[in-house]
């Protein structure tokens, strides 16, 4: 089992930055690629970006390119979200993910770990 704990969420004026962090349990973190994933109320859970295992592969939603970074420190068993040029659109509730093995890395289902989630509240 693999437990996984958000933080770094708030309260931020819009082109601000935010840096999330993700805080892994239970494997080795290095075996398992990471996303993360926003819900904004009233909508359905969007992937956001991804991250492989071994942090040479990346991935990000057309919404967030060139503004969102993710990375992953295997010795410390966290992964992490910088986000900058904050805009309203981006607050959410952010869930970082993590899936074990190959494949699909954009969809819900594709995630085998979620943790509960962090606010992110960014204001005009």
């Known amino acids: 089992q693999v437990q996984l704990v958000e933080s770094g969420g708030g309260l931020v004026q819009a082109g601000g930055s935010l840096r999330l962090s993700c805080a892994a349990s239970?494997?080795?973190?290095?075996?398992?690629?990471m996303g993360w994933f926003r819900q904004a109320p009233g909508r359905e859970r969007e992937f956001v970006a991804f991250?492989?295992?071994?942090?040479?592969?990346?991935q990000y939603a057309d919404s967030v390119n060139g503004r969102f970074t993710i990375s992953r420190d295997n010795a410390k068993n966290t992964g992490s979200l910088q986000m900058n040029t904050l805009k309203p659109e981006d607050t959410a509730v952010y869930y970082c993910?993590?899936?074990?093995?190959?494949?699909?890395?954009?969809?819900?289902?594709?995630?085998?770990?979620w943790g509960q989630g962090t606010q992110v509240t960014v204001s005009s």
């Open positions: 991250i492989s295992g071994s942090g040479t592969a990346t």
């Open positions: 993910a993590a899936k074990i093995g190959l494949g699909r890395i954009t969809g819900e289902r594709d995630y085998n770990y």
């Open positions: 239970g494997r080795t973190f290095s075996s398992l690629a």
